[in-house]
């Protein structure tokens, strides 16, 4: 149970701290600018991007890679802390190329496409050249069960016509965007097995019959890269356009999961940990009836309780991501269902605190805090609500119960009669 | 970060576990019945000890010894999860010759005790051939604060002359206590550096003068072992019963805590353990309403959240005594402050859940739910209550915050006048 | 909706307060002492129920009375604030004749004894002449579903023969509890319907076959009247034991509900404005680190909600109370569902709050607190778990919720093209 | 103690609640475009107001009023459950002339304006002619201390002399904005006492030097009738545009805040109202594994604690509102607070449960939910933060524990030797 990342990974931590502080936060009000007025803010994001991979810091998050794809070849572990950097800056990940769903995408495409799928997708993908979206969720049905998915994936001679809406499609709007992966049913069979009925179809934006019809606003944030609600009205591709085999897809989504949702907790961490500072530094500065507010008990606690629960829960994320190093991303599925829950409740708790150090301020733009907390309510749905991962966790755990069954019995001290006493 | 248990520490797990499944566990009932009788269960305790020390599962808590000492020289972080099991029976730790306070008091003589101490007290501690106690917290005063103490250590000739009154004293009323290490204010002029005032009198129990006044009921647990008020009244001892030298108590003291607060809380966490399977047990066998309690989604959610919240404080204690074994016991303070607060609070927490899937059975002394929970709540006081560790750490964030002032800066993004636009 | 008092309930307020002031809190230190020692106080309580009933503050419950029934025949409203006073010593009510179970005992048999009935039990009940018990919930199930219980009432000839285990039956330990009130299913016929199979059979205490086999801790608490298991084995009593008809026990019982919890959720409420006066008091006294405790932010947050959560608590059982009153107990039922959720959460964290400001002292028997925070958690059980009340809240809540589907339609504010803009 | 409203209170409330389903609701859409275009919607506003009007729904919160003022003159307890009903759409309540802050400056008007004063400015408001805004939090200082305050309010010669910086000014942009009320400090002489030294100014929106700075978006709202930072510079009004006189701006401001917070409070209770109803209604909709939400206990749970915590904050509410009218704004003071800190956090509360119960469309605009929650976070500072209102209530027990103490000393049971036995 080694948490410490290699002394590679290590190594990389100082000159992205010293990349995020030099070079992206600067150019940050710039994002923002852009970002506000509805543009995407390419040209600051581009020449970081080169910068970034001249510096060695690019697609960082890919343990394997082939010899021809650029990369860190970095564990789950190793990139860990790197991550929790890159997340202090919501949109810094970009820069480094480790910003999902492309992560999710590229690692797809890296186990599971032809060598042609391959050449098309992959490699601008992990050149940074183009950028790429996931469609799953579907607005009319619970989609945290995927069986319920209506999307359809139809077998016509030579190509696939699909057919279906989308919608939280992240990534749709940003102008790089170029491609689609869609899952939808492609064997509504009564007797195919529910797993088995999802195949994964790599769409190209620019497919006639493919709509985006909005940019959907999430927590009234306008997501400049979009979290879009998608129409697929009878896209028609050749058939070479299907990632892996009929029926793989829900397979193949279910590999994609462990470890982006590792990246996302990190980043979510370093939310919490950039709040924690700006909380600890406003309680520093500002005066209320006479005293520091780091004076009151009441923020100390905020402060404290805030530093406890992101200690806690950035061990639990370099837990699981260990296991999922040492073990395969399989074995880590309940801890990666515990991490996906844990981290998206610490975020709210503590920016809420944060924001009440804050006071009005923290209501406005002029601090990250009002986006970052409203932004936290979503994480309880994003990769799926609380409500699936906590069923998750307790059908584990009953589980256990059942194989153990019994052993406890001792512990439950029944009532003897008086003749049982001492003195027996 | 490596939190993995040593090889030989791991060797040691399996064998403690099945002795406490084996042994401890079959003589439980035994055990609680003399207690409820009023009467030490020495008849339960001794003949397991000897098994225990014959098994080599014996002293498992001190990292380093006299080669004339006997003991297992286990690291901190070896024999967190030691600890853990043991916790699992209230009075299990006695066995393995590591029960509070006597490890603690061990642990001090080990590092303080002249050779006739050592002779007299330490060596027939790690035998187990007698108890001790420490008596600190003082009924008049917040004891959280030990410049408050009232208690005396006064030189008289060749003699100390002890004069106070203490309460919460565990194991004074266990029938084998010999010792009790008293801290007392031996310096009390104006002037004295606050830390440096205190020392450290070993005394005899049977000394003239010392009389346990009472065992107090703690959450109407009257301890069989006892939580005693005692009062010292003219108590003379010569003057080799002062550990190490004058002023030093409170240096002493401070010394003692940190692998204590360890043990204490990977104990909890067995507890919660236990609280959890003997919760997900009752959930599958006890129905309502038609359904197993564990098909309905709130007690799923209480599982849930109980195995996720006793995974995270076991890793943050695992990673407390990782830094103490690494860096010493002084680096790792605010760690064991962390430690302390968040396992006490989990236990109510988790022992709460589990009471609520027993229903009314959850109040009854047939389980030991009733009893942990209750007892839970007098943890939040053992070795400081809550706010003096909320305190200690938020402190430490702030001496940080205050090191990287400003560095922030730009994550405060200050509205700036449209001029300030994209094309300007 | 006017929850003020009548003036004749008003004018009682104080006199009761003085009489608690004066006569019952100068006794309570007696009555403990009794207690501890294992001997029921009736020393302490028979001459203060003499002189409550000579000062006219005697049955101060039953809103109706025959001519020949003393009592003062207030509304449940005008009871409630009563009540409250009461709740601040925990054997207080029985001065009064106010005590459960006797006051739903009494109202049960006040509503549907036998005139011989009527004057076997009620009225010595009435006379403070004797106790009794009502014996409902079995160890084998889950109770709070009647239509699970085990025990069973057969009609022999001219007599009804009783058999099953109860548990958790208060007041059977009492030295002058005559009668146990057992509920049981006298009608098993597959096709009886569910609630129309129970009957309630008044059981003199020394009839043969009643074994009080036990009187069960409840949280380590050994309640001097005792919550006792009694098992009732081949127990043979005349055909005019039976109360009301064969069958209508379960319709009778649940008539005895509404006003019980009340007096139970307003005793509660008393014991957490006493907690809160004891927080403040000390709160103010107790000094920490150079302060006093009252000038924590953390101390006053704690204060502070406590008195917002007790005055919107006591605001919901007056609530309750008045419609019940005014509406008749049926009507009411939701809401004292919620009264007997709310208060008894309520206790316990009021009751941690306070324990927290008295500091170890709290964990002791030096204060009421710690006995009165540990019953508390046996109240989230009494007259049912929190489970079942949430359940039939949020079942009425749907109900509501279903008869008024689609009218909220508007609000749900669907997303239109543009082309719906506002030029459109 | 009686919260019923006057039977003509109670003859309002279907009328208006008719009026907000057959023309609020349905306009609902119709403003939200306009609003998300940017431009105020006095298309949708207007023609509202006249139909209330002459409805007779028209300024519904001033209890007193002239001959000549328009409004139906409800004491608050009985205008209170009207304000619920306009809660549920968060524009309504303009449309019956008794939005915030025109209620507050309308009410201070009544009170302290001169004939003419009132002429120019009182009238047009109740005519609902125009609307104005209240100028008080500052972005440089803990404005919950109004002492901090730094605008300056100067006479010099026949005139006064404005100048300072305010923000969270809402209304301000309003197209029928004409009227700020200023505070700001007359007396700054050091010996000033500190709540003597403010002043409050009537200032024309279109008096030279007042500059609307911008219109600060809250949480990520950009409301369209703004919520703005004001500068004003060497703004000079002649002498009678004071407001009262010179060191009474203080307390008139006092004044002004009890009767807001408890429309502030139900407008609130409103909103949970509706949430509650939209998440049982979905509940009942919408399937998942199986099952409907409905039926799972989680859902049940947040649905019935909404529906407690909604009654009992309503309760609190109404409760305050009987007070004032009973005994007067200053003697519910501490009530006022309560109401202000639960029903606040009462909001996020109930609105992240209902959120959770949509699902991923929670997070759209496509529901209220999104909107409402994030909205709820600023609610806990507006009227001033949580902390200055739990600091007041806090404070007045404290005052009341003084008064009363050492009447609980006989409930601290000191623990006494053996000899105070039971038979001693």
């Not at 696939?160 to 989308?166: E, T």
């Amino acid at each position: 149970m080694d948490f410490a990342p290699s002394p590679r990974a290590l190594a990389l931590q100082e000159p992205l701290r010293r990349f995020m502080q030099d070079l992206v936060l600067p150019s940050h009000g710039d994002w923002l600018r852009w970002a506000d007025a509805g543009a995407y803010p390419l040209d600051v994001i581009e020449p970081l991007k080169a910068q970034a991979r001249a510096a060695g810091l690019w697609n960082l998050f890919l343990p394997e890679l082939r010899a021809d794809e650029p990369g860190t070849r970095l564990a789950n572990g190793d990139y860990a802390p790197l991550a929790e950097l890159m997340g202090r800056v919501p949109w810094a990940s970009e820069v480094f190329n480790c910003s999902a769903p492309d992560t999710g995408n590229m690692e797809l495409l890296h186990r599971f496409a032809t060598p042609a799928q391959r050449q098309r997708w992959l490699l601008p993908l992990l050149e940074g050249r183009m950028r790429s979206c996931f469609a799953m969720s579907e607005p009319d049905v619970a989609s945290s069960d995927p069986t319920n998915l209506g999307t359809r994936i139809v077998r016509e001679g030579d190509a696939y016509v699909l057919n279906g809406r989308k919608w939280f499609t992240t990534g749709a709007a940003h102008p790089h965007c170029r491609l689609a992966i869609v899952m939808g049913v492609s064997n509504a069979a009564p007797d195919a097995p529910a797993h088995q009925r999802h195949s994964l179809l790599l769409v190209p934006m620019d497919a006639p019959g493919v709509q985006v019809v909005r940019n959907i606003p999430v927590m009234a944030h306008q997501a400049i890269e979009g979290h879009c609600e998608i129409v697929f009205q009878g896209v028609r591709v050749s058939a070479d356009h299907l990632l892996g085999g009929e029926g793989e897809g829900f397979a193949m989504a279910q590999a994609r999961l462990g470890p982006g949702r590792v990246h996302h907790a990190m980043r979510t961490i370093g939310q919490c940990e950039l709040a924690l500072e700006l909380m600890a530094e406003r309680a520093l500065e500002r005066m209320a009836f006479g005293k520091h507010l780091s004076d009151f008990t009441n923020v100390q606690d905020w402060i404290a309780w805030s530093r406890v629960e992101i200690d806690q829960a950035r061990l639990l994320v370099l837990h699981a991501a260990w296991r999922m190093d040492v073990e395969g991303n399989a074995a880590a599925r309940t801890e990666v269902s515990a991490i996906k829950l844990v981290t998206a409740q610490l975020q709210t708790r503590v920016l809420d605190r944060a924001m009440q150090v804050f006071g009005a301020a923290g209501l406005t733009p002029d601090t990250p805090l009002a986006s970052l907390w409203s932004w936290g309510r979503a994480l309880r749905f994003m990769d799926g609500p609380d409500e699936v991962h906590l069923r998750a966790i307790a059908r584990q755990e009953l589980v256990r119960s059942r194989a153990h069954r019994g052993e406890n019995v001792l512990h439950l001290r029944r009532w003897m009669p008086p003749e049982g006493g001492i003195d027996g």
